[in-house]
T-cell receptor, first 113, second 113 residues
Framework: EAGVTQSPTHLIKTRGQQVTLRCSPI?????VYWYQQALGLGLQFLLW???????NRGNFPPRFSGRQFPNYSSELNVNALELEDSALYLC????????????FGPGTRLTVT | QKEVEQNSGPLSVPEGAIASLNCTYS??????FFWYRQYSGKSPELIMS????GDKEDGRFTAQLNKASQYVSLLIRDSQPSDSATYLC?????????????FGKGTHLIIQP
């Protein structure tokens, strides 16, 4: 069974630009979570999507947004990039809304210069 | 008080010994608790989940939960050099259903051959 996949693997952007990251959950999983892992800050919850809707978001500004498609894949969009957005962005999926075990993809390393 | 606290380490343990990793959390209503292993440059891998007080064993790993003391621990028996990694404690806070997890900053474990 394939795990969570993410693209691209690495990305370099300039401050002020916009970026889109993509995630495909494990087959059969309907919930997708996005996390940011920045140096020194640890893993922080960004967004949770289930059945195509945003169910919750962490303490991040509105320029972090996303969506979930009918096939349960998801995009994370970050507008007006700032230097401190440089981080590993991790997507995780879980079987359905009532389960808590989350499985992570390999991540997208974003560098903002 | 941080929501999920872990000793950052490094924790150095001889090969073959028991490694003991600890975690405390602040939300008394937290329901679900997880241990993830993260190798350098890789994404977190779920190794244990625990939902009720007591011990849960899976191979060389034992998770222990004490909700009264708001304390979770992970024991690794017969430690191997391949166990050297950062171990992340994660908690799903109170509230029904799935949601984003709150992570500690992790404990860096080194198994000395």
């Amino acid at each position: 069974e394939a795990g969570v996949t993410q693209s691209p693997t690495h990305l370099i952007k300039t401050r002020g630009q916009q970026v889109t990251l993509r995630c495909s959950p494990i087959s059969g999983h309907t919930s997708v979570y996005w996390y940011q892992q920045a140096l020194g800050l640890g893993l922080q919850f960004l967004l949770w999507y289930d059945e195509g809707e945003e169910r919750n978001r962490g303490n991040f500004p509105p320029r972090f947004s996303g969506r979930q498609f009918p096939n349960y894949s998801s995009e994370l969009n970050v507008n007006a990039l700032e230097l401190e957005d440089s981080a590993l962005y991790l997507c995780a999926s879980s079987l359905y809304r009532g389960t808590d075990e989350q499985y992570f993809g390999p991540g997208t390393r974003l560098t903002v210069t | 008080q941080k929501e999920v606290e872990q000793n950052s380490g490094p924790l150095s343990v001889p090969e073959g010994a028991i490694a003991s990793l600890n975690c405390t959390y602040s939300d008394r209503g937290s329901q679900s608790f997880f241990w993830y292993r993260q190798y350098s440059g890789k994404s977190p891998e779920l190794i244990m989940s625990i939902y009720s007080n007591g011990d849960k064993e899976d191979g060389r790993f034992t998770a222990q939960l004490n909700k009264a003391s708001q304390y979770v621990s992970l024991l690794i028996r017969d430690s191997q050099p391949s166990d050297s990694a950062t171990y992340l404690c994660a908690v799903k806070k109170s509230g029904g259903g799935a949601d984003g997890l709150t992570f500690g900053k992790g404990t860096h474990l080194i198994i000395q051959p």
